[in-house]
């Protein structure tokens, strides 16, 4: 799976757009680009994946260039429960296979009132 | 919506004893996985399971830990003779066939003393 790279914290203001950069200068064409987050050492949550077209859903939004080289996570509107640290992984499509998530360090993002 | 259950919420055990970890995966998934979390560190890959037997482990896994799903329902990890180190928060995860999101539950603390 290819490495990416995060920075280690982001602060948002409360009511503003949050936008997570996720660099994967190594991905191959068939890895996928997943987010979950991680709130105050509870289960990780999925967010949402892309492989190369821009995906939104009813959490966020995954903007990916379009050498797939990096990728941002928009949450549009951050609120105070949206602090946690989010993870970017790049990984192989999972269907027909048990690999599992690998996860980095992330970016642990502060919503600020 | 489906959730992953895991009991008991926080185990506190003697260093040298025997504990299982408990969980029940989402009905109709099929790959299942424990991963650990040590306080302030990265969420560490121990083990996937499928059809009934070991997919992959990480170096974690050595011959302390075990792992079963006993009756169709229940996935376990059991640590044979706990250590200090193995305090950590305990995840269980599971996916689906087709399926790219993992579903997490909401962990066990297990203290050693």
């Known amino acids: 799976d290819a490495k990416t790279t995060q920075p280690p914290s982001m602060d948002c203001a409360e009511g503003r757009a949050a936008n997570l950069p996720c660099n994967h200068s190594?991905?191959?064409?068939?890895?996928?680009v997943y987010w979950y987050r991680q709130i105050h050492s509870q289960g990780p949550q999925y967010i949402i994946h892309?492989?190369?077209n821009n995906e939104t859903n009813e959490m966020a939004s995954l903007i990916i260039t379009e050498d797939r080289k990096s990728s941002t996570l928009i949450l549009p509107h951050a609120t105070l429960r949206d602090t946690a640290v989010y993870y970017c992984?790049?990984?192989?499509?999972?269907?027909?296979?048990?690999?599992?998530?690998?996860f980095g360090s992330g970016t642990q993002l502060t919503v600020l009132p | 919506e489906p959730e992953v259950t895991q009991t008991p919420s926080h185990q506190v055990t003697q260093m040298g004893q025997e504990v299982i970890l408990r969980c029940v995966p989402i009905?109709?998934?099929?790959?299942f996985y424990w991963y650990r979390q040590i306080l302030g560190q990265k969420v560490e890959f121990l083990v996937s399971?499928?059809?009934?037997?070991?997919?992959?482990k990480s170096e974690i896994f050595d011959d302390q830990f075990s792992v079963e799903r006993p009756d169709g329902s229940n996935f376990t990890l059991k640590i044979r003779s706990t250590k200090l180190e193995d305090s950590a928060m305990y995840f269980c995860?599971?996916?689906?066939?087709?399926?790219?999101?993992?579903?997490f539950g909401s962990g066990t603390r297990l203290t050693v003393v």
């Open positions: 009905s109709n998934h099929l790959y």
């Open positions: 892309g492989l190369k």
């Open positions: 190594t991905i191959s064409g068939n890895e996928y």
């Open positions: 995860a599971s996916r689906g066939q087709g399926g790219d999101g993992y579903t």
């Open positions: 992984i790049v990984r192989g499509r999972s269907s027909g296979s048990a690999r599992q998530l690998t």
């Open positions: 399971f499928y059809n009934n037997e070991i997919s992959e």
